[in-house]
C-alpha cells in the first residue's frame, strides 16, 4: 500500500502525553489493510516511545518497516547529532532501521550535515546492517536537490514535499524536486500531501467542482490521491491524528486507484483558482538576500505572506514567518537601502513588500 503513517502529530491524551492506546488501534488497523510503512523521528516528541509500545512491541519485526530521522541542524554539536541513532535504536527497541533519513535538509544547513561528518556516520550505520535504505528530507530547489543527488548518489530514497497548490510553487517546487528523482532514479517518500491539513480546509467556492463530482470524497482524499499518482512516489505519508482519519484514509488507499484524466482536470481547476489569489509574485531565487546589509529571510517570508494570503490562517503563516526568522531577521529590519530591489529579477516593490509583511505578522 501507498500510504504511510506518518507518526508526528499522534493522538494526545488530556495531560498532554500521546494516546498509545489509540496509536495501537490505529497501527493494527493500517497493517491489517496491508500497510507497511511507519514514519517518525529523533525530534518528534515522544513518537519514537509510542512507537516501540503499538508497533514494535505487538507486532513481528518483519511485517512492518520504521523509518526515522537525525537532525543534524538542531543538534548543538556533531557528538550530539551521532548520539540520535543510538537514542533512536534505545527508543524504539527496532534493533535497526529499514528507513533512515538525515533530517529536513535545506540551503541553509546542508554544511551542518557535511562538516560534522553526518553522511559518513550514516553509511557506516548501513554497512554494519543498522540502516537498511539511506535517505534525506529535503525542503530546497531542485538545483540544490540535483547538487545534494550528485555529491551523495549512493542515496536510496528522497522525501519530498509534494501537493497539488505547490505543484509549480518555486518556493516548494513540488514538480521540479519529483523531476530531478527521476533524473536520479531515486524513490520519493511524500510529506504534508495535504499541505500541513491546509488543503483539507479549502474555501467552498474553490473546491465546488470536487464536491459536485464525489460528494462524499474528503479532500485530503483528493489531495493524497493526486500524490500518490505520480511518479515516482513510492509512499505518501500521512500524519494521522485519530481513528477516523485512519478509517478515511484507508478507505481510499487500501485499493488505490490513480485519479482519472477527468479528476485530474478537477485538480487543475483547483490549482488555477488558488492562482488567482492575490499573492507576492516571488520565484525564491534569493538574489535578492545576498548582499542585504539585515540579512532578512525575503523569499521565506514572501511565502509565508502568500501562505496567509491562500489559506487565509493567520496563525499558521505567523508561525511560519516566526521559523524562518529565528535566526535571522524580521521583516521590520529593513533598512531601505534598495539593494534587493535592484537585485531582483521580477522588479518586485520588496521594501513595500516587507512592510506589508511587517503588519501583517509582527
Ligand atoms: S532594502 Fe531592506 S531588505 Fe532590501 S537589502 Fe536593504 S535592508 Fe535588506
Ligand atoms: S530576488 Fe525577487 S523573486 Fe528572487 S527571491 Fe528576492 S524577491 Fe523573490
Redesign the pocket.
Known amino acids: 500500500m501507498k500510504l504511510g503513517f506518518g507518526l508526528m502529530r499522534l493522538p494526545k491524551l488530556e495531560d498532554g502525553s500521546i494516546d498509545v492506546e489509540q496509536v495501537k488501534v490505529m497501527a493494527d488497523m493500517f497493517i491489517e489493510a496491508g500497510g507497511t510503512y511507519f514514519d517518525t523521528a529523533f525530534v518528534y516528541e515522544g513518537s519514537e516511545e509510542a512507537i516501540r509500545k503499538a508497533l514494535v512491541e505487538r507486532h513481528p519485526r518483519n511485517t512492518y518497516t520504521l523509518a526515522t530521522k537525525m537532525n543534524g541542524w538542531m543538534a548543538e554539536s556533531r557528538e550530539a547529532a551521532l548520539a540520535q541513532f543510538a537514542t533512536s535504536l534505545e527508543r524504539t527497541q527496532a534493533g535497526y532501521f529499514d528507513y533512515y533519513l538525515l533530517h529536513s535538509l535545506r540551503d541553509s544547513n546542508i554544511h551542518l550535515y557535511e562538516e560534522r561528518g553526518l553522511w559518513d556516520f550514516v553509511i557506516e550505520q548501513k554497512k554494519k546492517g543498522l540502516i537498511r535504505n539511506l535517505g534525506f528530507s529535503f525542503h530546497d530547489t531542485p538545483d540544490l536537490l540535483d547538487q545534494i543527488l550528485r555529491e551523495h548518489p549512493y542515496v536510496d530514497f528522497v522525501q519530498l514535499q509534494v501537493n497539488y497548490a505547490d505543484w509549480e510553487n518555486p518556493a516548494i517546487a513540488s514538480k521540479g524536486n519529483l523531476e530531478v528523482c527521476k533524473k536520479h532514479g531515486k524513490k520519493v517518500v511524500v510529506m504534508e500531501p495535504v499541505k500541513g491539513g491546509l488543503l483539507a480546509d479549502l474555501p467552498e467556492d474553490i473546491v465546488r467542482g470536487l464536491k459536485e463530482y464525489a460528494p462524499e470524497a474528503s479532500l485530503p482524499s483528493w489531495a493524497i490521491r493526486f500524490v500518490a499518482s505520480q511518479e515516482p512516489v513510492m509512499i505518501v505519508l500521512s500524519g494521522m491524528s485519530n481513528i477516523a482519519q485512519m478509517a478515511d484514509n484507508l478507505s481510499y488507499m487500501k485499493d488505490f486507484q490513480p485519479l482519472n484524466e477527468k479528476e485530474m482536470e478537477l485538480i487543475r481547476e483547483v490549482q488555477r483558482k488558488l492562482d488567482t489569489i492575490d499573492r507576492i509574485a516571488?520565484?525564491?531565487?534569493?538574489?535578492?538576500?545576498k548582499g542585504c546589509p539585515m540579512n532578512i529571510p525575503?523569499?521565506k517570508i514572501?511565502g509565508a505572506y502568500n501562505m496567509y494570503k491562500l489559506f487565509g490562517d493567520l496563525k499558521a503563516a505567523r508561525s511560519n514567518y516566526n521559523v524562518n526568522i529565528r535566526l535571522r531577521n524580521p521583516a521590520s529590519a529593513c533598512l531601505q537601502c534598495g539593494q534587493?530591489e535592484s537585485?531582483?529579477?521580477?522588479h518586485?516593490p520588496?521594501i513595500e513588500n516587507l512592510q506589508l509583511i511587517a503588519r501583517t505578522f509582527e
Request: hydrophobic share 30%; aromatic share 6%; net charge negative.
Open positions: 516571488c520565484t525564491s531565487c534569493h538574489y535578492c538576500e525575503i523569499a514572501n534587493c537585485a531582483c529579477p521580477q518586485l520588496i
